[in-house]
């Protein structure tokens, strides 16, 4: 994997101008979710029973997480589709280490670090005004925010492989940034029935309304076990979808 | 004259082509549609954060918040434009060059895709425009047709204002490579500046002093005001000049860009 790490950096250096731009993308992936919370807390002093340090603590979580796909999945996973496409798929499936492995992690986009520097930094400015904040809290919230990765790892994993049969899936994993963008704020900010369609139906909630719950103390413990179950079952799933996709693989020469 | 007939000869030949290359990619038409959820998202806070108010906010009821952000999300999936990064790829791959040898600017090839794109677009805006206007007691359109007939103006206006914009950032591939990157911020702060996360009558004075001098309000929050039936007339027709104004000054500005920028393609042997 640092093998893979190396040459990804090296070659992204190339391309110095890009760097300019995925800090631009950051700064303005922030700007949407701050405009947002300054317009909600402009005109009354809740935003569904969270407070501004609150609501930005999700914010925080909610970089990260576009941090962890900009770097990491992004870069892989939208490859599934054009490799399926020009039939260069079958060196994968040559080479003797896990098929899945190889694909979910050849690439890192490094750049889009930025998107992690700017998510620390309003977790950062939250944290001193949370008076509830607690070491242990703060303990539960990194590894229910971790759970929730590999939650959103096996969602996007499973649309990209969707691309065994449909080729030009681009653009399901635009379909899904849509959705998942809802997770900038509090899920209570929603109304009930959007609430528990981002919970049980997508599960945005889980990514970063579930850790900030959690590092607030006021998560109830159903939920604290629920996503690590959640995370165990789309995993799996995407292993088993992975692994029936490829049976339907005809390769490039069949 | 002869040249005006000539010209629109050639731009229906092009946009007839374009219609039905948007004709054949219609499934993934409708996807990107749905990935344009900002408006809703905001539509479902701000509607919850009106009833948690006791029923409204600034004037607004949920009603009103409903039919203000279906009328952004039509007139923002209206404006959608990917220009930029269609030169981006032209540019850099040198695709442009065959397209130089044509009779005829490539804006005119874009621009007709786009519309193209908007004639294909249109009934699936309409009918899932009607889904939150149906779901949210009292939320609707206007039934002015007036209204409707000046909306084809401002939009049309807003339309080739973005156009322009974008298509001046695409240019600047001539000079650097990453102008795919500020095409993403421009549309961050035209949705911003515009009234896609809230009616600007929510926002803080100063922003909204900083929005009044772009083009932006005119695009999103006007037509969006209109659909929803509460623009006075007088507003249009200040934000019609407004948007004639920057129309011409962007013609102009992407029209020396065009020839500094060809001068220079010319120069690194292409």
């Known amino acids: 994997m640092w093998l893979f790490l190396a040459n990804s950096l090296s070659a992204q250096l190339e391309y110095r101008a890009n760097f300019v731009g995925s800090v631009l ?40 997480a576009e941090s962890f796909i900009s770097v990491l999945l992004q ?34 986009n490094v750049f889009r670090l930025s998107d992690a520097v700017v998510g620390l930094l309003v977790i950062g400015w939250a944290a001193p005004r949370l008076p509830d904040l607690t070491w242990g809290g703060a303990l539960l919230a990194a590894l229910l925010f971790a759970s929730a990765l590999v939650m959103v790892y096996s969602v996007w994993f499973m649309l990209s492989t969707t691309a065994f049969w449909f080729v030009k899936v681009q653009n399901v994993t635009e379909l899904f940034n849509g959705v998942f963008s809802a997770g900038r704020f509090p899920a209570a900010a929603f109304p009930a029935w959007v609430r528990t369609a981002l919970t049980f139906v997508v ?27 959640v995370a165990l079952a789309l995993l799996a799933a995407s292993r088993l979808f992975w692994t029936f996709a490829l049976r339907s693989y005809t390769s490039a020469s069949s | 004259m002869r040249a005006a007939a000539s010209l629109g000869r050639k731009f229906r030949a092009i946009f007839s082509a374009q219609l039905a290359n948007m004709v054949a990619y219609r499934a993934e038409l409708i996807i990107w549609m749905l990935s344009g959820t900002l408006s809703f998202i905001m539509m479902a806070i701000w509607i919850s954060q009106a009833r948690a108010a006791g029923g409204e906010i600034g004037g607004f009821t949920e009603a009103r918040f409903a039919s ?13 434009v990917w220009v930029a990064w269609e030169l981006d790829v032209q540019i850099r791959l040198g695709n442009l060059s065959p397209k130089l040898l044509r009779p005829l600017d490539p804006l005119w090839e874009h621009l007709s895709n786009h519309l ?14 009607c889904l939150p206007l149906l779901l949210v007691p009292g939320a609707g359109f206007t039934t002015d047709p007036r209204v409707y007939a000046a909306y084809l103006l401002v939009v049309a206006l807003g339309l080739l204002i973005r ?54 309000p005119y695009m999103v929050n006007l037509p969006a005001t209109m659909l929803a039936g509460d623009a006075a007339w007088g507003d249009v027709g200040r934000g019609v000049l407004v948007l004639l104004g920057w129309a011409a000054a962007l013609g102009t500005l992407r029209l020396v860009m065009w020839r500094l920028g060809l001068r220079r393609y010319g120069a690194v042997g292409a």
Do not use: H
Request: hydrophobic share 55%; with cysteine.
């Open chain 1, 203 to 229: 599960p945005v909630a889980f990514v970063t309304t579930v850790p900030a719950e959690a590092a607030l103390g006021r998560l109830d413990a159903g939920l604290a076990l629920w996503s690590p179950v």
């Open chain 2, 68 to 80: 203000y952000f279906t009328g952004t999300w039509v007139t923002g999936q209206l404006l959608v």
């Open chain 1, 75 to 108: 870069p892989n996973l939208n490859r599934i589709a054009e490799q399926v496409r020009l039939g260069t798929m079958d060196f994968n499936l040559l080479k003797p280490v896990d098929a899945q492995f190889l694909v979910s992690t050849r690439q890192v």
């Open chain 2, 163 to 216: 156009f322009l914009i974008e298509y001046c950032i695409g240019l600047l591939c001539f000079w650097t490579e990453s102008a795919t990157s500020f095409s993403e911020i421009s549309w961050l702060v035209y949705a911003a500046l515009g009234g896609v996360f809230a009616p600007l009558q929510l926002y803080p004075e100063a922003l909204r002093r900083v929005a009044r001098l772009t083009p932006f």
């Open chain 1, 25 to 64: 993308a950051s700064f303005g992936e922030v700007a949407v979710g701050l405009l947002g919370l300054v317009l909600f807390f402009g005109a009354s002093d809740r935003l569904g029973g969270w407070t501004f340090p609150q609501a930005a603590l999700v914010l925080g979580f909610f970089m990260l």
């Open chain 2, 116 to 129: 193209g794109d908007r004639l294909v677009r249109a009934p699936f805006i309409a009918l899932l425009a």
